[in-house]
């Protein structure tokens, strides 16, 4: 199957995604974002996934979990990389790469809506 996603696009349902994944040690720093995706491909029991994921307004830290490119198709938000200090400020059709194991924080300053790709060399 092929997906196709471009900024603007209505990306269909959702599910709620709860911070609750222990390896990714969720610290939620401002407000009260809440998550919610979907997996289109992979995941639980794959090397790889990709799929769809939203957040709303907020902050909070975290470590990733795989190597990820993702687009973002709507919104504005920050990703602060802890290890070096490097901000990516991102909007509406902007790219970014993230490693495994990276600790970020993400400040989400306009409800985020970004496809992503992901890979983790161990599996989800």
Request: glycine share 12%; hydrophobic share 30%.
């Amino acid at each position: 199957m092929t997906f196709k996603y471009k900024p603007g696009d209505d990306v269909g349902p959702l599910d709620d995604w709860p911070f609750d994944n222990p390896l990714s040690d969720y610290v939620i720093q401002e407000g009260a974002p809440r998550t919610s995706g979907r997996i289109d491909a992979g995941g639980p029991g794959h090397t790889s996934r990709y799929g769809i994921w939203r957040c709303t307004k907020g902050a909070f830290d975290c470590t990733e979990q795989g190597d990820e490119l993702m687009m973002v198709l709507s919104g504005q938000c920050r990703v602060i990389e802890h290890a070096n200090g490097d901000i990516c400020e991102l909007a509406a059709g902007d790219s970014l790469f993230v490693r495994d194991g990276s600790r970020v924080t993400w400040d989400i300053r306009e409800d985020v809506t970004k496809v992503f790709f992901g890979h983790k060399s161990d599996g989800y």
